[in-house]
């Protein structure tokens, strides 16, 4: 499953509405993974065919991408300082943010251990 490009309209309709909700309240049904990018980034351009293999992997999560050039009433909700930002979402926690170009080993770990809960 190819990653997903996220526009403020869908995260609030598919991720969380933040308009209307102070307390995180996931709406979606598999855990998610929001990778918070520009196209001018070089780490971010190293870490997208990472997302997309994963994508691919994981059929049981969903990873979505978010133009922080475009996007930019979102990425100053989640206050993006740094590029690239992923936000990490479980279906059962507080989302975690992690700053900067991850390996793919590390993306990896993180899925099973905090995503799918199968280490």
Not at 1 to 20: G, S, W
Not at 95 to 107: D, I, S, Y
């Amino acid at each position: 499953m190819p990653t997903v490009k996220l526009t403020t309209q869908l995260f609030k309709e598919e991720i969380f509405d933040y308009t209307t909700h102070q307390t995180w309240e996931y709406k979606g049904k598999k855990p998610a993974i929001i990778d918070f990018y520009a196209d001018w980034c070089g780490p971010c351009k190293m870490v997208a065919p990472i997302l997309e293999e994963l994508s691919d992997e994981n059929p049981e999560i969903t990873i979505y991408k978010v133009d922080t050039e475009v996007e930019q009433e979102l990425s100053a909700v989640f206050q993006i300082r740094s590029i690239p930002s992923i936000l990490f979402i479980p279906m059962d926690k507080q989302p975690m943010m992690q700053a900067g170009a991850l390996p793919k080993h590390t993306l990896e770990e993180i899925i099973q251990k905090e995503l799918l809960h199968t280490v």
